[in-house]
């Protein structure tokens, strides 16, 4: 097991709590999920930190004391350019011990899913045809499958991951699901000035089987942008799609009984300030407040693609190829005039191959994948694919409260805080199952393990910021994401976690966790804003979301790689409907925006 002896003295583990001792095996578990290199890179970390046990004592640190293995990391906590290196490793560690420490509540029993037709890639044969092939089966891919059966064509979806029931859901831990619903077992990243955090769902029904629910309509002002400034005429209509989107999933306002107390305090701390705050409008009617929407709905109430769209597309005689892998877009080069789209080539799990042949190939992969197929099929020249990368960078702050809160019962998103919307800032009371918010407790040892101990006591909330488009996807085999945090948007994160301080205080909070090492804990708006005074982005823990606009869709071919349309330029025959094509940064959670905006391109392109 992954060094017992660092997990022991990271919880300050005495022998006395049964679930302490399973937290290593759990460890294990997790890391084998995790990409090669993040798994050495934890191993030898802890390694690391045995080590330096071993300088200081002459033993490893499973063989010490409580006692002196609490003395070896006081130790090394005096050292502050270790600290952040520390709370890195803490992350998988907290993971493991919260799932083996705090069992989610019960769930109703789940509802059946809607069925699908869902056929293994290992049981598709070597060639086949149909009229046209969708690449992944997340928000995009799915409204593009569903609009083209409806209207009588022969689709076929292929998707990366597999299909994953409520069922599935109901019967296994959060972090069980966690690492199969994610790419990389959620360790994607963007590397940068501060690095990011970048989670993206893998599975049949995308990052919508692992997004929180909540369902924004595109501003506004955003959709003049994109008309205006890009020349992305389909936004001029995007409002009769984004009404029929709501409609398809039955969004809805959150009741007040299901928001859990996290979301109330929120309520109650904006109304103080008087701010705007309200309950956010989910596409999760009848949810039981179980707090997992990030790894699964286990009651079936969120209404993730798998559930509320590609039915349909099956219904109408779509079918969905699960563990499927698509290398490359096959393309006819013999006909005079543009090349054309001519199926796809697709790899099993085993790394054998087929094909599927059709003259329409609509590339729903995502953000971070469309770039790397298109270079793969030598239909990735256009010197912007891959750049104009929004990210939504984010950051969290928890409150502490003299009662308990058990933010992980009740909604997972549940309240909205538009105050600062203006200014690019869009705060949410966001809590988590146990262990998996991007928010890190402070501490190492004895310390950590009180704040474990606390844990139900703090209230969560996170903010994401409407960034300038800072990254770029780069790699053909495998996507590598860069992203530069613009010094804007860095200020605007400073912002965000002084009104978040200011909305806890405001709602009764005795103090604030600020998640910056070094300076832990604020106890008034006026200790906190010092603190923040002092510090870069580099130092705070951040996290990103929704990645958008690497494949961008305008009136400029020199500046947009896909036309107004949503035509790939250079090709006929290849549609992108996924957030890839998306021209900046949606400022809002943006699953309404992305599928709205692929059904415009489909019904663009029928007509």
């Known amino acids: 097991m992954t060094a017992e002896g660092f997990v022991s003295a990271l919880i300050a583990d005495t022998g006395n709590d049964p679930w302490a001792a399973r937290v290593p095996h759990r460890l294990d578990t997790l890391l084998a999920a995790l990409p090669r290199p993040v798994r050495a890179a934890v191993r030898t970390g802890a390694a690391a930190v045995d080590a330096y046990g071993v300088l200081r004592t002459g033993r490893r640190l499973a063989s010490l004391s409580p006692e002196d293995r609490e003395a070896v990391l006081t130790s090394l906590a005096g050292r502050p350019r270790l600290v952040p290196l520390l709370d890195l490793l803490k992350v998988p560690v907290l993971l493991a011990a919260a799932t083996e420490r705090t069992a989610p509540a019960p769930s109703p029993v ?3 899913d809607p069925p699908l037709t869902c056929v293994p890639a290992g049981e598709t044969p070597a060639r086949s045809t149909a009229d046209a092939v969708v690449i992944g089966s997340g928000a995009g891919g799915a409204i593009a499958a569903r609009v083209l059966a409806r209207a009588g064509a022969d689709v076929v979806v292929l998707e990366e991951g597999e299909h994953h029931s409520t069922a599935s859901f109901h019967r296994r831990t959060p972090l069980e699901r966690f690492t199969d619903l994610y790419r990389d077992g959620g360790a994607t990243a963007a590397l940068g000035n501060p690095p990011l955090l970048l989670p993206v769902g893998r599975a049949v029904g995308g990052t919508t089987v692992v997004n929180s629910g909540t369902c924004y309509r595109t501003p506004p002002h955003v959709l003049a942008r994109w008309s205006s400034r890009f020349g992305f005429g389909l936004a001029d209509g995007l409002d009769a799609h984004l009404d029929a989107t709501e409609s398809l999933l039955r969004v809805r306002t959150q009741p007040l009984d299901v928001l859990g107390t996290n979301g109330l305090l929120a309520l109650a701390g904006a109304e103080r300030l008087g701010w705007r705050a309200g309950p956010l409008r989910r596409n999760a009617p009848g949810c039981a407040g179980s707090c997992q929407c990030v790894v699964g709905c286990p009651t079936g ?95 969290s702050l928890a409150g502490r409260f003299s009662e308990p809160v058990t933010s992980w019962r009740g909604v997972l998103q549940s309240v909205g805080v538009e105050e600062l919307h203006e200014r690019g800032v869009l705060i949410e009371a966001t809590a988590s199952p146990p262990g998996m918010s991007s928010f890190i407790l402070p501490g190492l040892g004895r310390s950590l393990r009180r704040e474990l101990d ?21 790699g053909r085999n495998r996507a590598l994401v860069r992203y530069a945090l613009d010094p804007a948007d860095g200020r605007r994160l400073h912002i965000a976690l002084g009104a978040m301080g200011r909305l806890l205080f405001a709602a009764g909070a005795q103090e604030v966790l600020t998640g910056v090492s070094g300076a832990p804990y604020a106890r008034t708006p006026d200790e906190l804003d010092a603190i923040l005074a002092g510090i870069t982005p580099r130092q705070l823990h951040l996290s990103a979301f929704h990645p958008t606009g690497t494949a961008a869709a305008g009136a400029d071919p020199d500046r947009a790689p896909v036309d107004p349309h949503g035509r790939l330029r250079g090709v006929t025959g290849v549609l992108i409907t996924d957030a890839s094509v998306l021209p900046s940064c949606p400022e809002v959670n943006p699953q309404l925006s992305i599928m709205a905006t692929a059904s415009a391109i489909i019904e663009a392109n029928l007509s």
Do not use: W
């Not at 597309?313 to 054309?340: E, K, M, N, Q, S």
């Not at 606390?454 to 780069?474: Q, T, Y």
């Open 110 to 112: 789940p509802r059946l």
């Open 301 to 395: 109430a969120k209404q993730s693609v798998q559930v509320s769209v590609l039915p349909d597309a099956c219904a109408a005689g779509a079918r969905i190829v699960t563990g499927a892998r698509v290398r490359r877009i096959l393309v006819d080069h013999d006909r005079p005039g543009v090349p054309r789209a001519a199926g796809v080539h697709v790899l099993r799990a085993d790394g054998s191959a087929f094909e599927i042949l059709a003259p329409l190939v609509v590339t729903a992969a995502g953000a971070l994948e469309t770039p790397p197929l298109l270079r793969r099929s030598g239909l990735g020249a256009h010197p912007r694919l891959g750049g104009n990368l929004s990210v939504h960078p984010a950051t």
């Open 454 to 474: 606390g844990a139900d006591h703090l209230a969560v909330l996170g903010a994401m910021i409407a960034d300038r488009p800072s990254g770029r996807v780069s």
